[in-house]
């Protein structure tokens, strides 16, 4: 089987492939597509001593530096909002007016940035290598302020008749919107959605979000348990009181019915953190601050656990593996900048137990009266203790972010409005902590304005990791969420890729290139082509003075029915000696695979790319038209 070959253009520059499997994915494939497969261990591939790579001459754009919170480098950046007591935002602070301690040490900001709404001039896009002609990237569209919004609509963690009514009121937040505003809208069910991608357009968000096919869909997932669920299990359990079922049979059922809810959430909480992870990829390489506006009925994640909870998680057997979901999702929301703004879908919050479909007093159930005096009370305040759990989880999200939480209100478009332009007008403050171990514990951040009581809002802390984490210790494969069909690029890596028929094209009965073993014939070879921004890939100094970094490339091939034909993935390990590192800064890192695809057939390309040491990763689809089978070589 051919695994793809890292073209090296420079001297000095040496591959050598891992002696080992990548990581099996542990995500289900796509709906109707087969399940990513093994890949076999890798032989060392022949390194093509090709000449550069020819371009159409087009240079690339400098653009100022700007500080990113980056553990190698050690610079940690804090987005901080400023308001008064009528939640106005305070603006004309100077550096100077500022103190921010790291565990309560004083620190020296080194960095500082005002940011107002829409006065930002338009941005240029980053730098790249100089790519070939008819090259795709993944470059981030350039925002038009200094901060930029993603609506998440919910449904996983949602109430569906609450689904309807926050639907209605982002609406009504478009018609108003202020020009200029930034937008992309989400949508979270079984797995991540894209709606629409970043725009001013209100007319294009809100059509993105009614169409009916793409678009935002009512629904309620198998894992979500709503109050109804729990208002059938309720009346269950009474009826068979009432009917005087032996306790030790109820007893079991009660037993049966919480351990499904514990799986439920577990399951909720997985595929939470999995679309989590991927907002951070795709967010990575747009410039500025980040608000995550989040509808939802509940939040099943933490992405800053406090001690108490930290120690409760790793006690708890049933929740194994969440604390790694935790720290992965805490570090790349860090170098992402990404400020969280969770929006209540419930609107004001309700007692439900005088409806006529619940089970506590009011209900029409007859097994809803009990003997025991305080029995008709359990219902209260288990929806209390419910609505301090939401509250809690919104306000831990919010402030461990730099965001603001909303709710017990039904203005949810109000919500909107003042989440947006809350996270529109703030500070950037950057230090170099005074710390500088690599220990992987949470550093605590203080800020403070000395001029003045105002209210702050900003990142509590990060952790000391020596890069983002991946998948890798976790045994899941990284690329897996990224190949999905369907989804936006991730930023995290820039890239250009380009697919062509390869020339000449190989014999009709040459040995498949790609690893789905039942791909069927007839096939047109492709020569697949990636230039990779060398900054965005950690490259580590070595004794010798030279640099490494291992760098995982893959791609998935759909066809129109959105069934994956073909994939391929390798790792790869990158040599680079000192005389040549500062040219790959410049030209970027080749790569190529061949690949094979079913001819005649116009198909999309996912390719992605995964930098094993910062944890950082890009992603593109790119659309592959219908062409010919390979003929026989002369």
């Not at 921010?100 to 040490?105: A, P």
């Not at 930034?182 to 007319?203: E, K, N, P, Y």
């Not at 045994?475 to 995290?492: E, H, K, Q, R, Y």
Request: aromatic share 8%; hydrophobic share 40%; proline share 7%.
């Amino acid at each position: 089987m051919r695994k793809f070959a890292v073209v090296l253009a420079l001297a000095g520059i040496t591959l050598s492939a891992l002696a080992e499997k990548p990581p099996q994915s542990t995500q289900a494939a796509p709906p109707a597509a087969p399940a990513h497969p093994a890949t076999d261990s890798l032989s060392a591939p022949a390194v093509e001593a090709e000449p550069g790579i020819k371009t159409d001459g087009a240079s690339s754009v400098d653009i100022p530096s700007r500080p990113l919170f980056k553990t190698t480098t050690r610079e940690v950046v804090v987005d901080v909002v400023v308001t008064g007591n009528r939640n106005d935002p305070v603006t004309g602070l100077r550096q100077q007016d500022f103190v921010i301690t790291e565990n309560g040490k004083p620190q020296a900001i080194d960095y500082f940035e005002k940011h107002a709404a829409n006065a930002h001039a338009p941005g240029t896009a980053p730098a790249m290598p100089a790519m070939a002609s008819g090259m795709h990237t993944n470059v981030p569209p350039a925002p038009e302020s200094d901060s930029v919004n993603v609506l998440l609509l919910d449904t996983l963690n949602t109430e569906q008749q609450e689904q309807a009514y926050v639907h209605g009121q982002i609406l009504e937040f478009l018609k108003k919107m202020r020009p200029g505003t930034r937008v992309a809208i989400f949508a979270l069910g079984s797995q991540l959605r894209f709606v629409q991608g970043f725009t001013t357009d209100t007319a294009a968000l809100s059509a993105a979000i009614n169409d009916k096919r793409d678009g935002f869909k009512e629904s309620k997932n198998p894992v979500f348990r709503s109050r109804i669920d729990d208002v059938a299990d309720a009346a269950e359990i009474r009826r068979m009181q009432v009917i005087q079922v032996a306790p030790f049979a109820i007893a079991a059922i009660q037993r049966m019915e919480a351990d499904s809810a514990v799986h439920d959430y577990g399951a909720r909480a997985a595929m939470t953190f999995e679309a989590l992870l991927y907002l951070g990829h795709y967010l990575a390489g747009v410039p500025g601050r980040k608000n995550l506006i989040w509808f939802a009925s509940s939040y099943p994640v933490i992405i800053f656990p406090t001690a108490e909870q930290r120690e409760r998680l790793q006690k708890n057997s049933t929740q194994a593996g969440y604390l790694e979901h935790v720290r992965q999702t805490a570090d790349l929301f860090t170098l992402s900048k990404i400020a969280v703004y969770p929006i209540g879908a419930e609107g004001v919050m309700e007692d439900h137990v005088l409806e006529a479909n619940s089970s506590g007093p009011g209900g029409t159930n007859p097994g809803n009266i009990s003997s025991h005096p305080d029995a008709n009370m359990d219902p209260y305040m288990a929806g209390a203790a419910t609505r301090i759990d939401t509250i809690f989880a919104m306000e831990q999200l919010a402030a461990s972010t730099g965001g603001k939480a909303f709710y017990n209100t039904n203005d949810i478009n109000g919500a909107i409005e003042r989440a947006i332009n809350d996270g529109a007008q703030y500070y950037t403050l950057g230090y170099s902590p005074l710390d500088r171990k690599m220990d992987g514990g949470y550093r605590r951040i203080d800020v403070k304005v000395t001029t003045g009581k105002y209210k702050l809002a900003y990142r509590r802390g990060y952790n000391a990791d020596q890069g983002l984490p991946s998948d890798a210790n976790s045994g899941g494969d990284p690329l897996a969420p990224l190949l999905v069909f369907g989804l936006p690029p991730a930023s995290g890596v820039l890239y250009g890729v380009q697919a062509a028929p390869s020339t000449p094209q190989p014999a009709p009965d040459a040995a498949l290139a790609g690893d789905n073993p039942r791909l069927k014939r007839p096939l047109t070879r492709y020569r697949v082509d990636f230039v990779m921004r060398a900054e965005d890939v950690i490259l580590k100094l070595t004794p010798q003075g030279g640099r490494t970094g291992r760098i995982l490339v893959g791609l998935k091939a759909y066809g129109g029915d959105g069934n994956a034909v073909n994939w391929q993935e390798s790792m790869e390990t990158l040599n680079v000696n000192a005389a040549a590192y500062e040219a790959v800064q410049k030209t970027g890192i080749p790569a190529h695979f061949e690949f094979d695809l079913p001819a005649n057939t116009a198909l999309h390309l996912v390719t992605a790319v995964f930098d094993w040491n910062s944890g950082k990763a890009g992603s593109l689809e790119i659309s592959v038209p219908a062409a010919r089978a390979s003929v026989p070589s002369n």
